[in-house]
C-alpha cells in the first residue's frame, strides 16, 4: 500500500496567487481530513469528509479556502488568494471507517507564500 | 473551547532510560486519546490510543495512562533508544470525527 499521497511537497508562489494542493487516500478509506500544521498553533483540523461528503468545515480559516472531494480517491485544498499567513504545512489524513480510530496521514505539502 | 498542552521543551534524555511525556487539557471530556510520532519531514503516525474507561494501555515499550479527573495522559517509553527520537503529539476525540492534537514535545535521545 503506498499511503496517503500528497502533491507537490513543496509550494513556492507569490501572495495573491491561486495554490491547490492535492491528496489521494488509501484505497478503501472513507474519511479524509485536511489539517494544517504550524509552529505557533499546531497541528488544525480545516475540514474533513465521509464518504466524499463534506462534514464540517469550521476549521477552514475564511472563504479564501476550499475543498473538494470527487470521487473516493482525490481531494483537493484551494487557497486564492493566497496570502504570507498561509504558509504552513498541510497535511492530509484518511481512515478506513467513520469509527476506525487510526489516522493515516500523507508527508505533507509544504506551503510558503512570499 | 478545548485546550491541550504538551511541553514545548525538548525532553532529553540517556539511552536506556525511560522517557515520560505529559499531555493536559481543559475545556473537553474526551472519550479516547491518542498518541502519534512524528519525524521531521513526515505527516504524524499512530501509536496508541487509550478510551476514557481504561486506565492504561500498553504496546511493547510504550505504556499510555489515562486520567480523566486530572485531565491529564502520560506517555511512556522503556528503555529508550536513539530511534525515539522525535516528536510526540497527542490528539483527543469524543467521537472519532474531530481530533484536537497538542503541540507536540520533541524527545531526544542520546547514546
Known amino acids: 500500500d503506498a499511503g496517503v499521497i500528497q502533491s507537490p511537497r513543496h509550494e513556492v508562489t507569490e501572495m495573491g496567487q491561486e495554490v491547490t494542493l492535492r491528496c489521494k487516500p488509501i484505497?478503501?478509506?472513507?474519511?479524509l481530513f485536511w489539517y494544517r500544521q504550524t509552529m505557533m498553533r499546531g497541528l488544525e483540523l480545516l475540514i474533513y469528509f465521509n464518504n466524499n461528503v463534506p462534514i464540517d468545515d469550521s476549521g477552514m480559516p475564511e472563504d479564501r479556502f476550499s475543498a473538494k472531494m470527487p470521487n473516493a480517491s482525490f481531494s483537493t485544498l484551494k487557497i486564492q488568494p493566497s496570502e504570507p499567513r498561509d504558509s504552513a504545512v498541510y497535511f492530509c489524513a484518511s481512515r478506513a471507517g467513520r469509527t476506525n480510530e487510526k489516522l493515516f496521514f500523507g508527508s505533507g505539502t509544504q506551503l510558503s507564500v512570499l | 473551547s478545548q485546550k491541550i498542552e504538551q511541553n514545548s521543551e525538548a525532553l532529553n534524555i540517556q539511552e536506556g532510560k525511560t522517557a515520560t511525556l505529559t499531555c493536559n487539557y481543559t475545556n473537553y471530556s474526551p472519550a479516547y486519546l491518542q498518541w502519534y510520532r512524528q519525524d521531521p519531514g513526515r505527516g504524524p503516525v499512530f501509536l496508541l490510543l487509550i478510551r476514557e474507561n481504561e486506565k492504561e494501555k500498553r504496546k511493547e515499550r510504550l505504556k499510555v495512562t489515562f486520567d480523566t479527573t486530572l485531565k491529564q495522559s502520560l506517555f511512556h517509553i522503556t528503555a529508550s533508544q536513539p530511534a525515539d527520537s522525535a516528536t510526540y503529539l497527542c490528539?483527543?476525540?469524543?467521537?472519532?470525527?474531530?481530533?484536537?492534537f497538542g503541540s507536540g514535545t520533541k524527545l531526544n535521545v542520546k547514546p
Open positions: 484505497s478503501g478509506h472513507n474519511s
Open positions: 490528539a483527543l476525540s469524543d467521537n472519532f470525527n474531530k481530533f484536537y
